[in-house]
């Protein structure tokens, strides 16, 4: 259990970020080579027409979708919210950060992003309801969709269990900074990939409506 502990807390946390870099930069070039031999992409991007779309849509209920379906966009961008935002402000964290490489910056309350923390289980479980209980979404969901979000909500349901002492803390301490390497490791090769994408794809899609259809994309 030793060796595996100090695996964990050095060398697994080196593997993680080593393949989460250089699997997004793989990506990402892929795309932009992808891109590039296509006629109707890059001869159309337009920055004006592109950061209007990115802008537009990261505003809740800017869009006529998002205001059809006000439930789902506030479960959806709350979601998203403390799904990025409470690993990077969570106080704990950020000490590892300062011990480990002497990095530090500001965090939240613990009060707060253990309440974050919280909402994101909460609400992924009612994500998973939705693909469940909804025959639309029934319909595109595979088994791999629940796997995704498996392996988003495995960190912090362990790093919740951990922090109330649930079962055994080393134990529950390791699982967390295991799935947590997992999901980091995974975003560039599942459908998390889309953080990295999104920037990209509602740009062409704002570039394909405003510079050449002249029209909005929402």
Same mark, same amino acid.
Request: one cysteine or more.
């Given at each position: ?18 393949? !989460? ?15 590039s031999k296509e006629k109707v992409v890059l001869p159309y ?13 990261? &505003? ?12 789902? @966009? &506030? ?50 479980? &009612? ?30 349901? @362990? ?19 295991? @799935?947590?390497? &997992? ?5 560039? !090769? ?10 990209? @794809? ?17």
């Amino acid at each position: 259990m030793q060796t595996i502990y100090e695996f964990t807390h050095g060398p697994l946390i080196w593997i993680a970020f080593i393949v !989460f870099i250089c699997g997004s930069i793989y990506r990402l070039l892929s795309m932009f080579y992808a891109a590039s031999k296509e006629k109707v992409v890059l001869p159309y991007f337009h920055w004006k027409y592109g950061l209007r779309s990115i802008f537009h849509w990261i &505003i809740p209920f800017a869009s006529k979708n998002m205001r059809l379906r006000p439930a789902f @966009t &506030i479960i959806s961008f709350v979601f998203h919210l403390c799904l990025i935002a409470t690993p990077i402000l969570l106080l704990s964290h950020n000490i590892l950060w300062k011990q480990s490489w002497n990095i530090q910056w500001w965090c939240l309350p613990e009060s707060i992003t253990h309440a974050m923390a919280i909402a994101v289980v909460v609400l992924g479980a &009612i994500l998973i309801v939705r693909r469940i209980a909804d025959p639309t979404v029934r319909y595109v969901t595979s088994w791999g969709d629940y796997v995704f979000l498996a392996i988003v909500l495995a960190p912090f349901v @362990t790093g919740i269990l951990a922090y109330y002492q649930v079962f055994a803390y080393k134990l529950m301490v390791v699982l967390h900074i295991w @799935t947590g390497a &997992i999901w980091l490791m995974a975003i560039p !090769f599942t459908k998390v990939s889309h953080m990295l994408f999104f920037p990209w @794809t509602r740009a062409y899609m704002g570039c394909e409506f405003g510079f050449v259809r002249h029209a909005k994309d929402w």
